[in-house]
């Protein structure tokens, strides 16, 4: 299971859901550190497949990365 980290203002924490074929689907929530309300949150999920679970988190970590870093 992946642990949340912080990352330019934001908590980001990481997922990956076991599908019926044993691949993984890499998944993301990410908050805005300051942020109290629903609009503070943002839910990715099925990022990209993975046969293993450690791929799809660190896919999902890379992904939320480069997110937060266009958003400004």
């Known amino acids: 299971m992946a642990s949340t ?3 330019r203002g934001y908590a980001v924490h990481p ?3 076991r599908l019926c074929d044993e691949s993984f689907s890499a998944n993301l929530l990410i908050k805005r550190a300051d942020g109290h309300s629903s609009d503070s949150q943002y839910r990715f999920f099925s990022l990209g497949y993975f046969p ?3 791929q799809a988190i660190a896919y999902s970590r890379r992904w939320a990365r480069d997110w937060i870093d266009t958003r400004g």
Do not use: I, K, P, T
């Open 5 to 7: 980290q912080s990352y």
């Open 15 to 17: 997922s990956a859901h």
């Open 52 to 54: 293993q679970e450690a």
